[in-house]
């Protein structure tokens, strides 16, 4: 990719977007991957050109959000 970009790609149901990152972006987005054990991952942008399989994504932002497990429910006893 020109510059260093890194790019990859979202799959979503029959579609793909293809998301291309500055190296700076980029590497954060892998730092907070690493650092939650469980994360969640909001993609902005709007969609660009067509491809084959689906769309580029233009001008994309990818922010990392860590995912806390929900807590078990105590049974209820029934009567």
Not at 4 to 10: C, S
Not at 38 to 51: F, I, K, N, P, Q
Not at 54 to 71: A, H, L, M, W, Y
């Amino acid at each position: 990719m020109t510059n260093g970009h890194k790019m990859f790609v979202l799959k979503c149901d029959a579609y793909e977007v293809s998301v291309t990152l500055r190296p700076k972006h980029f590497n954060k987005m892998i730092k907070d991957m690493e650092q939650f054990p469980l994360w969640v991952a909001a993609v902005r942008g709007c969609l660009g050109e067509r491809t084959e399989h689906g769309f580029v994504g233009d001008n994309p932002s990818v922010q990392i959000f860590e995912r806390k497990p929900k807590e078990a429910k105590p049974s209820e006893e029934s009567a």
